[in-house]
Each structure stands twice: as structure tokens, then as C-alpha cells.
């Protein structure tokens, strides 16, 4: 992870290269108000303004010059110039003509590194100057609290077992001063009986557990946050070819958003009292491996026919949810990598939402559009819940067939959600196939700022 805070610096006039971004509507009116050198070196790269297209521009002096990109953006995107942040040598820069906002977000995650295994050859801090002091502390935390999310998706399942989930928890809470309570054992057995059956095949150090943190004012609002920490799915006794198998280092994703998410809210110090939920398991296989066919008894008392074991990830979050629910939150928000179908349906980029509360789904759909962190509400169909229905047992986790599979979990999880609560669901890939400006191949971050500000907005701090 970057240290972000040294990237983003006040602007109080210190040297400073000037980077220039220039839409490409305007490529014409720009080029043409700029004195011969810089027509010159611009013809000498081949520019044509075309999105994409940078330069570094001669000065006055040898030693000056500044930095061009064309970008189709608008202002305060915030993948406005990420990919200035690994074009440009090391040294400081401020924007010519216009401020920063919450580009300066994707000018701190443009310099992510995943470093952890190997050395990455990099040339420096590029630091960006801004004039709009007031909100460089919270840039800075949405750029680490994503920065969390990738580091731990990207970790292999060898160093990111429940036990490390754990102890990220841990040391979140230590620092700002929250309660951590672990479950496991035979009071797993008993309390969580769907997450003991997913994790019990593991080794005794991955052995099952569900990690709860507790933060805030016992008389403010309650909101609780539940991540899927599956921290690596073979598929179980259904198990999954090798390259099922390749990226589910990535299937605790959800728990990296809830706890990255976690660590917001408290860091801002939000008045809410906060309720962090993460059943922390591996779907492994071995002779105490739950089977297909068994019938699951579940912390809310209902019966689950197992008809697949690689459809482990609904079967701990029911449990987390009716642990959630108990405390009657105003507000409970669940992140999970939970479906391939939804990938299907909507790709890796854009996640699925599904939301019982019309209010909190059109909330979280304009935060969505306001962050340029897209999401898109999917329906809790009625009709399909009959799918669950099993012949021996109160409900089936995977329905036969396929269809509508991202809608099928959903409701499935819906069953243990308890009326009156607003409940939405992330049904993320926390992966990013492909590198974009400030988004690498790897591990990353979805719907987290479309929550965060959601959060921010109906619990603001007085």
C-alpha cells in the first residue's frame, strides 16, 4: 500500500510543474492560444487531441517545462488524470485552471503498488498540490480505504486466512478504540451452524470463525456492515476445475469492503453505532467436508438443503445477517463476491445491487452517479423465490437449473433479513480483469465510495 497522505499536499504556492487537461472538445481553442514551442513539440509528438494523448511541454527555461494530457472527463472525475501519475517522472504538480476534487482521488490510487512479494521499480512520490485544503484528509482515506481493499484481495489465500481476516479486524479496532468479539469452536457449532458446516473441513489454523466489531455511542443510530470472508473456495465437495479455482484468493473480497468501509466510518468518526459482521471461513475438502444433500440448520432456525457446496458464501452471510438483524440496525449493508451470475449478467465492472427499501436503493443509485462508482439495481423478483423451495427441508441454497442466479441468492439472503430493517446487497467481483487510468489488473474496490457517501449523507457529522 502507498502512503498516500504524502500525495496530497496543500497548494501554498511552492514549486511546482503545471499540468495541463484539456478535453478534446476544446483540443483546438487550447492549441491554438499556445505560443510556437509548444504547437511545435505537439506536432513533434503526433498529437491530435485525441483522449488519451500526453505530452511534457517545453518552458521558457531549459529546466522547465509541464505536463499535457487530453482527457474527455469531466472536471473532478476521478479518473480524470490517474494516468498521469505513473507518466510523469517524480517531483510536485498543480493543476493549470481549474481544482482538483475528487480527481485527486485517482491521482493518490494511480500510484498503487501491490508490493508485498517483489520489488517494484518505481521513481518516486508524484505529489499533487491543491488549493482545496478542507477535504485533503478525506481523499486521502477513500484512497487507503480502497488501497485495503486491493492489498487484501490480492493476497494469497496462504497469508489471508480466517485468522488474518481476524487480525485485520483486530488491528482496526485497536486503533480506534472498537471491540472485537470471535466466535468459533463448538460455540460456532452452536451459534452459527451454517458457518461451521462451510469451514469445518479446513486445517485446525483455518479453523471457522465469525469476527464482529463493535464501535459508537450506544444510543446512536445502528447500522451493521457484513462482509463474505471466504478466504478460499475450492468449491467444497463440488469442486471447482483449476481455473474455477485460479482468482478465489479474491472470494473474502466482500469482508476487504466491509472492513475497509469500517475503518472509514470510524476514522471520520461518524455518529452511528457501528455493528461489523465477517464470517471468516475456507471451503476446503476433506473427510469433515459438509456434503450435498445435507441439511443445514441455520441461527435463525430455518432448514437448509444443500444442493451445492460451492454455493457456500449465502449459507455463512445467513448466519451473519440473522446476527445483524438481532440488534435491530436502521440500516444493514452486506458486501459479498458471491455470484458468477452476476458477472454474466452485468460484467466485472458494473455490480449488482439489490435492495428491499425503494428510498435506500434510489439514495444509493444518485451517490453511485454522483461518485462515478456505478452500480445497477437488480430486482428481488417474488416470483422466483418459490425456486428455494426443497422437498425435505425449508429451503435449497442453489436452485436447480441457473437461471436468474444473481436474483436466487438474493432472496435467499432476503430470508434472513428481518422485516422493517433497509437492507441492501453488493454482489461485487472485487477484481479488475483489466487495467485502467488508476485501476490496475488485480484486486479493487466497488460501490465502496457510492456507501460511503450514502453513509456520510444520512448520518452527517454535526
Known sequence: MTDFAHLLQPDRGQPARHMHVVHPNRWAEW????????????????????????????????DDWSALLVCPDPVGAPWRFASMGTFLPEGSYRLAGEETGASAIGWMLGQYRFTRYRKVDDNGPRVLLTTDVSRIDDHVR???????????????????GPADLEAAVRDLGDRHGARVEVTKGADLERGYPMVHAVGRAAAADRAPRVIELIWGRDDAPRIALVGKGVCFDTGGLDIKTGAGMKLMKKDMGGAAHALALTGLVMAARLPVRLHLIVPAV???????????GDVLAT??????????TDAEGRLILGDALTRAGEDRPELLID???????????????LPPMFANDDTLAVDLIAAADREADPIWRMPLWDGYDEMLKSDIADMVNAPEGGMAGAVTAALFLRRFVPKGVAWAHFDVFAWRPAAKPGRPKGGDAFALRAVWRVLQDRYPIA
Open 299 to 308: 441461527r435463525k432456525g430455518l432448514t437448509v438443503e444443500n444442493t451445492n
Open 335 to 349: 458486501f459479498a463476491t458471491l455470484t458468477g451470475a452476476a458477472r454474466i449478467a452485468l460484467g466485472p465492472d
Open 282 to 292: 475456507e471451503n476446503a475438502v476433506s473427510a469433515s467436508a459438509f456434503r450435498p
Open 31 to 62: 492549441l491554438g492560444g499556445q505560443p510556437p514551442r509548444i504547437r511545435a513539440t505537439v506536432a513533434a509528438h503526433r498529437l491530435t487531441g485525441r483522449p488519451g494523448d500526453k505530452a511534457i511541454l517545453p518552458g521558457d527555461a531549459p
Open 142 to 160: 477513500l484512497a487507503e480505504a480502497t488501497a485495503r481493499v486491493r492489498d487484501m484481495v490480492n493476497t494469497p489465500a496462504a497469508d489471508m
